[in-house]
């Protein structure tokens, strides 16, 4: 069964410390990669997503991320953290070849905690 | 702004009680979705469903069901609430596909029920 792996739990770190997640997946076919975060007391919010094309891609609030089809994985990355994006950061994957092609498999999520 | 509401954020239910979750959205999405959320368990996938009176099981469908009789509507039932159900569950909705480039091909989610069962 496709798995999607985050391999850290809880992080922590301080302000303008440089901030990298690691995600990956299982499936060998095409995939649609998502990051999703979840502030305190707030939705579930898409932070970015690749389809297809430039490899890193760029979200919002300054994340990016990279694909690396080679090494099945889609990392989060932020040089420098704030206050602020204290909250739960969860990977997901869709299969492009699923029938009903929009369902996605979520990673155990990562908790980052951001001290001022 | 898309909108997923969720009929309640926090429930408390007994364990045999059939326990009705609701989730609307407003977007006219044909795809609507159920987790539940655990720490350490990321989302699971409980139930989805892509159009009106159509449903498929997710990754972990025992002891739920769902209904879908009106395209905004999709509810969670649990016939008979168990302990281990105590969980967040969340609602989402999306276009038909996610295969685009576009900025609204993804999944929108609601605020979460809290649900315990005692």
């Known amino acids: 069964a496709q798995s999607v792996s985050q391999h850290n739990h809880h992080v922590i770190l301080s302000e303008a410390a440089s901030l990298e997640l690691g995600c990956n997946y299982s499936?060998?076919?095409?995939?649609?990669l998502f990051w999703y975060v979840q502030y305190p007391g707030q939705h579930l919010q898409l932070l970015l997503k690749y389809f297809s094309g430039d490899p890193l891609v760029k979200g919002i609030k300054g994340f990016e991320a990279e694909f690396i089809k080679s090494k099945f994985s889609f990392n989060l990355r932020k040089p420098s953290v704030q206050w602020s994006d204290t909250a739960e950061y969860f990977c997901?994957?869709?299969?492009?070849?699923?029938?009903?092609?929009?369902?996605?498999?979520f990673g155990g999520g990562t908790r980052v905690l951001v001290k001022p | 702004d898309v909108k997923v509401t969720q009929s309640s954020r926090y429930l408390v239910k007994r364990t045999g009680e059939k326990v009705f979750l609701e989730c609307v959205q407003d977007m006219d999405h044909e795809n609507m979705f159920w987790y539940r959320q655990d720490p350490g368990l990321g989302l699971r996938l409980i139930y989805f469903s892509y159009d009106v009176k159509m449903k498929e099981k997710g990754d972990i469908p025992e002891g739920y069901s769902v209904s879908r009789e009106k395209k905004e509507r999709f509810s969670l039932i649990l016939e008979s609430a168990s302990t281990n159900q105590t969980s967040m569950y969340l609602c989402a909705s999306s276009p038909l596909w996610l295969a685009g480039g576009s900025s609204t091909d993804t999944q929108y989610f609601g605020p979460g029920t809290r649900l315990t069962v005692l």
């Open positions: 997901a994957v869709n299969r492009s070849a699923e029938a009903a092609g929009n369902k996605l498999t």
């Open positions: 499936y060998g076919g095409t995939v649609n």
